[in-house]
Every structure is written in structure tokens, then in C-alpha cells.
């Protein structure tokens, strides 16, 4: 099993472009989200899927949308990049429901806006 | 407002000496933490887990305390190894009945540990 896969692994854009931020998990789960980790800020949510067909903000939501293609895959998009959006971006998965379940984690886009 | 801290950036512990990672929280809703380990360039791996009916949770080398009325919890490794160096992060989550159904995560912003040989 991959796990947890992102790709690109690193990016460099221009202000003003737009790019799209893949994720996909093969464990069968049916939760997944995106954060971003700044220095010194920790991981912040931008948006997760509870389920397949459903999406909702997280804490920093503004400047990004995600769709949820399928149960695998969970994708973010930048529409206008800034530089304030230069960050790693971290894809996670987990099971959802009563069981107190960890989060699994890719291995990060390291993503730079000029 | 940070509902989960980490007020320790940085620890520095000699190899063979227990490491004690410090976290408080905020929200009364928490009721279950999770202690999260990153090496640079990769993602964050689990570590361990407690739930609020517990005042402690074991594995290996790891264990976490939580202080419910103090709101603190804490990861005790013992003994460090320069292989424990890495970023930790507190999580914390509401869940059940009482916060319908919530499992989104809260965490901290990290600590350092670097553990010298």
C-alpha cells in the first residue's frame, strides 16, 4: 500500500496563476483533508470531506477550493495564487465514525508563489 | 485564539534522558489527543493516543498523560534516542454524541525535540 500520495512534489508559481494540488489515499478511507504548515503556525485546515460528495471549510479556507473526485482522490486548487498561499501543503485521510482514529499524512507539497 | 498549545518551540535532551513534551488546551470538548511525529521533508506519522477516560497511555518508550482538570497533557519518552529528533505536534478533537459527531483535529503549533548523542 502507497498510502497517502501527493503530487507535485514541489512547486513555483507566479502570482496570479492558477494549479491544482493532487491527493490520493488507498487504505479505503472515507475521510481526507487538506492543511497547510507555515513556520511556527503548525498544521491548519483549509478544507475536508467528512465522506464522498461532501467538502467543508476548515480555519483558513479563502484563496482555495477542493473537489472530492472520487473516494481516492481529494484535490486543492489555487485559482489566483499569492504569495501569502508560498506554504507546505499537507494531504491526510482517515476513517470516520466512533472510532477514534489517527490521520494519515502525505508527504507534503512544498509549494512557492513569486 | 490557539485552542491548543504548545509553548515550548524548541527542547534539547541528552541521548539515554527522558524528554517531556509539554501541550494545554482550551476547549472543555476535547476528549480525545493524539501525539504527532515529523522528520523534515515528510508528512506526520502518528504517534500515540489517549482518550479523556484515561489518565495515561502506554507504548514502548512513549507516554502520554493527561490532566483533565488541568487541561494539560504531556508525552514523556524515555529513554530518548537521537533518532526521537523530530517535531512534535499536540492534536486534540471533540467527538461523540455530545459535539455531534465532530472529529476534525485541532493542533498545536509543535515542539522541536532534538536529541544530542
Known amino acids: 500500500n502507497a498510502g497517502v500520495t501527493q503530487t507535485p512534489k514541489f512547486q513555483v508559481l507566479k502570482t496570479g496563476q492558477s494549479m491544482t494540488l493532487q491527493c490520493a489515499q488507498d487504505m479505503n478511507h472515507n475521510s481526507m483533508y487538506w492543511y497547510r504548515q507555515d513556520p511556527g503556525m503548525g498544521l491548519r485546515l483549509i478544507y475536508y470531506?467528512?465522506?464522498?460528495?461532501?467538502?467543508d471549510k476548515g480555519e483558513v479556507p479563502n484563496g482555495y477550493n477542493v473537489s472530492r473526485l472520487n473516494k481516492r482522490e481529494f484535490s486543492l486548487r489555487l485559482e489566483s495564487a499569492a504569495p501569502s498561499q508560498t506554504s507546505v501543503y499537507f494531504c491526510a485521510s482517515s476513517e470516520r465514525g466512533a472510532g477514534l482514529n489517527e490521520q494519515f499524512f502525505g508527504p507534503g507539497t512544498r509549494l512557492t508563489v513569486l | 485564539d490557539q485552542q491548543v498549545k504548545q509553548n515550548s518551540p524548541s527542547l534539547s535532551v541528552q541521548e539515554g534522558r527522558i524528554s517531556i513534551l509539554n501541550c494545554d488546551y482550551t476547549?472543555?470538548?476535547?476528549?480525545?489527543f493524539l501525539w504527532y511525529k515529523k522528520y523534515p521533508a515528510e508528512g506526520p506519522t502518528f504517534l500515540i493516543s489517549?482518550?479523556?477516560?484515561?489518565d495515561k497511555n502506554e507504548d514502548g518508550r512513549f507516554t502520554v498523560f493527561l490532566n483533565k482538570s488541568a487541561k494539560h497533557l504531556s508525552l514523556h519518552i524515555v529513554p530518548s534516542q537521537p533518532g526521537d529528533s523530530a517535531v512534535y505536534f499536540c492534536a486534540a478533537r471533540p467527538g461523540g454524541v455530545r459535539s455531534g459527531g465532530s472529529y476534525i483535529p485541532t493542533f498545536g503549533r509543535g515542539t522541536s525535540l532534538i536529541v544530542h548523542p
Open positions: 489517549i482518550s479523556s477516560i484515561k
Open positions: 470531506s467528512a465522506s464522498e460528495g461532501t467538502t
Open positions: 476547549n472543555s470538548m476535547f476528549d480525545y
